[in-house]
């Protein structure tokens, strides 16, 4: 049974040992770190475009009459953040993956100046291997 002991920011067990919510959630400093890193690529993602946008603008690229230089620039994202997406999942559903594999691919999709949920979903596999 916990008490509340007389410093008002602390936490006491009956045997009067200092239990901390780091003691008491056993990872919570990594859980920590992932909620503040995940707050703040939720800030950056809302500047991001989304991968179903990047779609439609290609295929909006696709169907017009002109030639836009940059357009196989765009293309070329699109096809890297699928790669990308394809990887991830295999990643994320893998019993044991791989950890530098697992940063390197968390690196890559950190990169794309695209929204990716499997970003978010790598990250938190990353957490949870720490």
Not at 36 to 48: G, L, V
Not at 54 to 64: A, G, P, R, S, T
């Amino acid at each position: 049974m916990r008490q509340i002991g007389s410093k008002a920011n602390s936490c006491y067990n009956e045997n009067k040992v200092n239990c901390s919510p780091r003691s008491v959630v056993g990872r919570g400093e990594a859980f920590l770190t992932f909620y503040s890193y995940r707050t703040k690529t939720i800030e950056e993602n809302r500047m991001k475009m989304k991968v179903m946008e990047l779609e439609m603008f290609v295929d909006q690229l696709n169907k017009m009459s002109i030639k836009i230089k940059e357009a196989s620039q765009v293309r070329q994202l699109l096809e890297d953040v699928k790669a990308f997406k394809a990887k991830a999942t295999e990643l994320i559903n893998d019993d044991d993956p791989n950890i530098d594999h697992l940063k390197a691919l968390l690196n890559t999709g950190l990169s794309f100046e695209v929204s990716v949920d499997e970003v978010w979903l790598l990250q938190k596999v990353n957490v949870m291997m720490s």
